[in-house]
């Protein structure tokens, strides 16, 4: 009985370690979300960092090797909360049109929600961010699996499945840079609700019917 008391004991303690090892990690993540958000990812240190949650820097290399390892961190956070809202977007029973639409929506609702947060992140040209973030180069589709979800997409609109790849990859690349540029402008300009859908539901029309005819370089 002593044993098994002493090794239930031994259990809560690591797991209060445990739970106090992911809250530092999560202190710290926040700090340098609020830095990035306020300050631009330009800005970002681990002297700021320790500033905001009031530890001292060695502390946080306990934690993390050094800034690019927080920016990963940061940037894998936000690419799995846009996965999971463009695949919860998906419908089996839609048509590729509809699925298209719908995940364009989620996309905007997702990216304007995060505000200067995403701004700051995915308009930094600094090798650390463009490493998880660009998105224009040939084969980026095996790389980053929205721009994937995107081009299995489109190969499921009437007579695309027959395209060569590299021109479903182009053509997801600049329908991505579209909304990514809309997605930007309603950050900046701060626009209202209502234009927001106005601005988006036109976008994906546009993009709707380009889409109706096959490109003429397939």
């Given at each position: 009985?002593?044993?098994?008391?002493?090794?239930?004991?031994e259990i809560g303690i690591a797991e209060r370690k445990n739970?106090?090892?992911a809250e530092m990690r999560n202190e710290i993540l926040k700090a340098a979300r609020e830095i990035i958000?306020?300050?631009?990812?330009?800005?970002?240190?681990?002297?700021k960092i320790a500033g905001i949650i009031e530890y001292s820097p060695a502390i946080i290399y306990h934690y993390f090797d050094n800034k690019e390892a927080i920016i990963e961190k940061l940037i894998t956070e936000d690419y799995e909360k846009i996965l999971k809202a463009l695949d919860s977007s998906q419908r089996s029973e839609e048509t590729a049109a509809e699925n298209l639409g719908r995940s364009i929506k989620s996309y905007?609702?997702?990216?304007?929600?995060?505000?200067?947060?995403?701004?700051?992140?995915?308009?930094?040209?600094?090798?650390?961010?463009l490493a998880h973030t660009a998105v224009l180069h040939k084969g980026a589709s095996t790389e980053r699996p929205a721009l994937a979800m995107l081009c299995q997409v489109l190969r499921e609109f009437p007579g695309w499945a027959e395209c060569d790849e590299i021109d479903i990859e182009t053509t997801a690349q600049i329908i991505w840079a579209a909304i990514f540029g809309l997605t930007l402008r309603l950050i900046v300009e701060k626009?209202?609700?209502?234009?927001k859908q106005r601005l988006t539901d036109r976008s994906i029309t546009l993009i709707l019917r380009s889409l109706e005819n096959i490109p003429s370089g397939a």
């Open positions: 009985m002593i044993i098994v008391k002493r090794r239930l004991k739970r106090e090892k958000t306020n300050e631009g990812a330009e800005n970002l240190s681990i002297r905007v609702t997702l990216a304007t929600g995060m505000g200067n947060t995403y701004k700051n992140m995915m308009q930094n040209s600094s090798p650390a961010f626009v209202g609700e209502k234009q």
